[in-house]
């Protein structure tokens, strides 16, 4: 037995759809089209102490000045526009080393 799938809606099948169609309508006394409210959520969430902190730290460091000295960016970018600026990789190697103990005590 074939059927033949042409997209069109039996007759049947739309009383069916009128049908529950108006049973949503009454049941929520809006048309299917509108939006539903949503209910208030119950979630809830507890920060522990360490982003706590960090919610701090984040307020007093966007509060607080730059703290950017202003001449020595000039200097540098001058220094980088004429060519003068030298990178040090061995004061570079240093630092990053220093900073690798740092954090691994």
């Known amino acids: 037995m074939t059927h033949k799938i042409d997209g069109a809606m039996s007759p049947a099948l739309r009383q069916i ?3 529950a169609s108006s049973s949503v309508q009454s049941r929520s006394g809006a ?3 509108q939006p ?4 208030a959520a119950a979630d809830q969430m507890r920060l522990t102490g360490d982003a706590t902190g960090l919610q701090a730290l984040e307020r007093e460091l966007g509060a607080a000045p730059a703290g950017i ?5 000039n200097a540098v970018r001058a220094a980088i526009a004429d060519g003068s600026y030298r990178v040090d990789p061995q004061a570079i190697a240093d630092r ?7 954090l691994s005590k």
């Open 17 to 19: 759809d009128a049908a």
């Open 31 to 33: 048309e299917r089209g």
């Open 36 to 39: 539903v409210g949503a209910t």
């Open 69 to 73: 000295d202003v001449a020595k960016v």
């Open 96 to 102: 990053m080393l220093s900073l690798e103990n740092a």
